[in-house]
């Protein structure tokens, strides 16, 4: 609880009244006090300035200055101390100057700088204490008076403006920094201060910052001249240097390792003793003068070299380094180039047809690994990728398309040597990518799709599920119409064995299934076009053909089958001298063999009478039993060819370690006369879709120019056609009426209706 200590009224007796008077006379300050008081002042500012002790205590000197303001003389300290300051500033910046005018000196003034900086910004932070009555009442309130620590800065700021002092500490400050940068030891604590003294008197962006930058860009300048001259193409040197003994000139490599060093020197530089504003203006004028202008020559010395022997590490320098000063552009045009030029070299290789799709496959991992580490998956740089590839892989125009196709059947003959199936879903990735860039699709499909058939009946081939893959790929690139006669192959022999089997569980008569008969039903509207050859079958084999015919038609009623027999296959079992041997064999070989199990000598006309094989595929057929490696048949006389008068009997002496032996048809030009036709089919098929772009363009617009029809003819097609090309097929429809041309103008075509 409080208790009142107010005193209660008196018992009893009179209140006593309180009477204030006023003073006699008015309290005055002593003649001398101002002049006292201002002297004592004073002199405690020159003994902090000397570093010397104050006669009087420090909260005594607060005391004299509170009352110095409260009195009204606050414009009279004030004047006080700025006449002290401005004396002593000038007293000793005068000293610096003068005494390190001299040139052997001048390298001590910035030494003397720095000291007398620390020294007088430690002064004026105990001069403000001392009179902080003064700062926060006089200075605060008064108009156009700034606070004692800017007035202290302004007296050093004013003379350093009125002297060519701040001029010379500028130079001085330069030359220390082009000392560093040429390797020499520099007083590193006397370009902080100086900083920071030009940061705090606000002459750094006004006087040392352009200068510094003006002197950075003439030191660069010189160095890049004198560096990219001497500059050497990249060598790549048999016996290593010695280290630190290196007499070879700088490379490409070289110098832009030295530029990186630069510019990390540059970035300490600012984190030492350069403001931080600073960093982007310099590390700006230092890539200006050592790379953007000399990027022409830094790119046409050596960036094929770079790229040629993946040096990922230089070109993602490079890359960094050409990316500030938007110097994308000359890279790019370079990127393209060396793209063009490798990928033409490729395309005109004596070995091409062998070695093109691989070395196309491994080009173009090695670009995308360039791409991707070094140049940050730029998509400027991705695009021009594309677009060299596309231009000079189409620069053969069926050959990319025709061995892109051989390459998949390759792959697809190698069973598990691709790897996991993994590998397998990234190799067909890869091929896809290739496949992109070519222009003839349609092309592709047409060999593919002969491909894909020599594979799926021959069963040469991974698995269907693999083909489903590759199909998978491609009918997400372009279509489902682009697969579906390659889709429709698949499942033509999916049905095919479903029908064998449905048929063989079916049959009645067991002599039919003793020789293994199979069939594939091909549709002739998904498989290539193929010439029926004659042939006369062993009898057990017409009794099977019939048989499946029969069944056949009896369960697909109003379909014909057309037998291919140069498409068939067998595996027939012979007893040799040295054991029985199973031969795999085309059709017509087990069916000329068959005919030596009756008769172990037969003549040419014989056999040709027997088979009705015609003479080409029969000599064919006897130099593959005769004259090949596998010599299973002798022939008389000896020799290569096979004439009509030849005799052959059968090698009962055939040795081979093999158990199973495949005998090959002999090569012959028609694999080449096949492609060629297949090539004019295609391009007759091109013809008749161009044809038919003309007529819709022609129909939807009525009246167009030619160069106008040219252009969305080019639109509308996914295949490259020539001009000429196209002016061909204008003329022909001009000629079947179709379109007609203007009267007044023969460069703009009417249709008719």
Sequence with gaps: MWASKRPGPPAGGPQKKLVIKGLKALPTLPASYKTDTLERLRAAVQAIQQ????TQGLEELYRDCEGMCLHGFASDVYAMLQAELEKYARQQLSQIDGQTNAQPAEGAMLVKTRQFWEGYTQQLAMIRCVFLYLDRTYALQTANVVSLWAMGLSVVRQHLASTN????????FIVEVTSERDGRLVDRPSLVSITRMFADLDLYSQSLLPSFIDATRDYYRRESLRMVNGLAPIQQPAVAPVEGKSSAPMDVPGYLAHVQQR?????????????????????????????????DRLLSLSFDAMVDANMTADLA??????????????????????????????????????????????????LDGILSSAF????????????????????RRSKPAQLIARHIDQCMRMGNKLGTDRDVDDTFDRIIMLFRFIQGKDLFEAYYRRDLAKRLLSSKMMSLDTERLMLQKLKTECGAGYTNRLEGMLRDMEASEELSSELVRGQSEPAANAIGFHANVLTMAFWPAYEPTNLVLPRPVEQAQECFTKLYGEKHRGRNLQWQHNLGTCIIKIEFEEGPKELQLSQM??????????????????????????????????????????????????????????????NARFKCPQARIKISQLATKEIEKESKELEEHIHLDRMYRVDAALVRIMKARRTLEHGDVVTELLAQLNFRVLASEAKERIETLLERDYIRRDDSNPSIYHYVA
Excluded at 51 to 54: D, F, I
Excluded at 602 to 624: F, P, V
Aim: some cysteine; proline content about 3%.
């Design 51 to 54: 570093s010397q002790p104050t």
């Design 317 to 366: 320098r490079l890359y960094s380094l050409l990316l500030p000063v938007n110097k994308l552009d000359l890279l790019q045009q370079s990127w393209i180039a060396f793209i063009k030029k490798s990928g033409q070299q490729r395309m005109q290789a004596p070995d091409m047809e062998a070695t093109l799709v691989s070395g196309l496959l491994e080009f173009k991992r090695k």
């Design 165 to 172: 002092m701040r001029s010379r500490l500028v130079r001085l």
């Design 263 to 295: 510019l990390d020197e540059e970035t300490q530089r600012v984190a030492q003793y350069l403001k931080p504003s600073t960093k982007s203006a310099l590390l700006a004028t230092t890539l200006t003068e050592l790379v953007e202008k000399h990027a």
């Design 376 to 395: 940050q998956s730029n998509v400027r740089l991705l695009g021009a990728l594309r677009e060299a590839f596309e231009a000079f892989i189409n620069t």
């Design 589 to 650: 070989q087990a069916t000329v063999m068959l005919l030596f199990a009756e008769q172990d000598e037969l003549a040419y006309t014989q056999i040709q009478q027997s088979t009705g094989i015609e003479d080409a595929e029969l000599q064919r057929t006897m130099q593959s039993l005769a004259c090949g490696k596998f010599r299973v048949l002798t022939k008389e006389p000896k020799g290569r060819d096979v004439d009509a008068s030849d005799k052959f009997c059968f």
